[in-house]
């Protein structure tokens, strides 16, 4: 092989993949920093209530649309609404992983790029949370809005002062709505098929069942999204590189050919 030739022939450069053993520990290490510090944030009734009066004041001073209009689409039947609360308490957590694992088996680059942004939203969110405990609109008498888990079923959820898995005052951002919306960014950029805008229906859909069934409001809705831009912008997406193509060489010429 020619030493000039050597480059072009090489193929891409292939990320190494992070080990497997380390990865694992490092996202069950942070789901546990996570968990840890949800439950540090309980025990602020009050506060999170008052919080919760002062949001549903600011959309209706920005003349926000009414959480009730989405929540009104999901009342038009048992069905409906069952399923809108089995999306809640199934989908965001299984969906996450599943796009972790795919982009860790097939695009090792954006594995390590997507990883990182949740990370920062999840510690962004985590923040919030202990300095701003919100409870959400389900809570809220003044809403007017049904909480249709513990109505119509399946809840994740049980009294608030007497559910030690979870923090009920942790509305603001709504890390359901952060982490899909990452996934439909994360497999848009590491995707190269035309259909793959299609993933925005995720978010999409899970904004519908976030707001219908009065776990978040929308401006929950509004800080993740702001959380996640945040982290896009300072932790850059990979840029894929072109795979190069092999050298034409040209026919060899023939000392006296023609002659």
Not at 61 to 84: C, I
Not at 104 to 118: G, I, N
Not at 252 to 259: E, F, H, I, K, N
Request: glycine share 8%; charged share 15%; hydrophobic share 55%.
């Amino acid at each position: 092989m020619n030493a000039r030739t050597a480059p072009a022939d090489a193929g891409p450069e292939i990320p190494a993949r992070p080990p497997l053993v380390r990865e694992l520990l490092l996202v069950a290490g942070l789901f546990l920093v996570y968990k840890l510090g949800r439950r540090l944030a309980t025990g602020h009734t009050g506060e999170a209530f008052g919080n919760a009066h002062r949001v549903w004041d600011l959309e209706r001073w920005f003349r926000l649309p009414d959480e009730g209009l989405v929540q009104s689409l999901l009342l038009h039947g048992d069905a409906v609404v069952g399923v809108a609360n089995t999306y809640y308490a199934t989908v965001h957590f299984p969906a996450t992983v599943a796009f972790l694992g795919w982009l860790y088996l097939r695009r090792p680059a954006h594995y390590v790029w997507a990883r990182r942004v949740l990370a920062a939203v999840t510690g962004a969110a985590l923040v919030l949370h202990l300095v701003f405990p919100l409870a959400p609109p389900r809570m809220l008498a003044a809403t007017g809005l049904v909480d249709t888990a513990r109505v119509y079923g399946p809840s994740v959820y049980g009294p608030p002062q007497a559910d030690g898995l979870s923090n009920q005052f942790a509305a603001m951002p709504s890390l359901h709505f952060g982490w899909a919306l990452m996934v439909a960014v994360g497999l848009i950029a590491a995707t190269r098929s035309r259909a793959r805008w299609l993933w925005l229906l995720h978010p999409a859909l899970t904004l519908l069942v976030i707001v219908g069934t009065a776990n978040h409001y929308w401006l929950d809705v509004l800080v993740a999204a702001a959380l996640l831009g945040l982290a896009l912008a300072v932790i850059r997406v990979p840029r894929s590189r072109p795979v190069p193509t092999a050298p034409v060489r040209a026919a060899p010429v023939l000392v006296g050919a023609g002659r």
